[in-house]
């Protein structure tokens, strides 16, 4: 079986500060996810990417940048964090065009 | 733009009863409705989806599709306390840069031994 793992597990930043969160997947899936997670607010997505090298915006994308350099790699920065934020954020990966999502377990994120 | 909306926000039942949770969505033409399970510290797993409108049976779990009235509805029979967790209902979207999900907030389900 594959797995989905996402680095680091927690992460504290100040505030300001640029973080980058990586997500590694051995499925071979070509579409990778990055949702924000809230309490009360659901999942909500950040960017996507169809294949490697590729970028999709989705309703959240403002203040984030994602780079999708290999198949099974993708990585999410948060590129000023928000003072007292805090937040869960999913990655995801499914075979192209099928919504059966594998998550991972998440990064759990506080700005202090 | 895709909205996704889940009742109740929480819901107790005892053990061995049945759960029931709704969801309702806003665009009839969406493609298929999936309902994921998310327990604590972990991120969520896919449950059961539906396409076509009618319903869909997998284990103690029944999935009602009503395309007309924008509506779907997860059913587990025989609820057990390992069932608590939160459910996530999403819908799939399919548009020319690829397929998406959109989430509702979710049902947090406390099953009572």
């Known amino acids: 079986g594959g797995i989905i793992t996402q680095t680091p597990k927690f992460l504290i930043g100040q505030e300001g500060q640029k973080l980058t969160l990586k997500c590694q997947q051995n499925f071979n899936h070509d579409t990778m996810y990055w949702y924000r997670q809230d309490s009360g607010k659901g999942l909500r997505l950040i ?6 090298n590729d970028l999709q915006k989705g309703d959240l994308s403002e203040g ?3 780079s999708r350099e290999k198949k099974s790699s993708f990585s999410l920065t ?3 964090a928000q003072k007292n934020e805090m937040a869960v954020f ?8 099928n919504s059966d999502y594998t998550f991972g377990s998440g990064t759990r994120l506080l700005v202090i | 733009q895709e909205k996704v909306q889940q009742s109740p926000e929480s819901l107790i039942v005892p053990e061995g009863a049945m759960s029931s949770l709704n969801c309702t969505f806003s665009n009839s033409a969406s493609q298929s409705i999936w309902w ?3 327990h604590p510290g972990k991120g969520p797993e896919a449950l059961i989806s539906i396409f076509s409108n009618g319903n869909k049976k997998e284990g103690r ?3 009602y599709l009503n395309r007309a009235s924008l509506h779907v509805s997860l059913h587990i029979r025989d609820s057990q306390p390992s069932d608590s967790a939160v459910y996530l209902c999403a819908v799939s979207t399919y548009g020319s840069s690829g397929n998406k999900l959109i989430f509702g907030i979710g049902t947090l389900l406390s099953v009572k031994p």
């Open chain 2, 36 to 38: 994921y399970q998310q």
């Open chain 1, 47 to 52: 960017y996507y990417s169809i294949t490697e």
């Open chain 1, 78 to 80: 948060v590129t000023s």
């Open chain 2, 61 to 63: 779990l029944t999935v």
């Open chain 1, 64 to 66: 984030y940048d994602a």
């Open chain 1, 90 to 97: 999913l990655c995801a990966s499914s075979m192209a065009g």
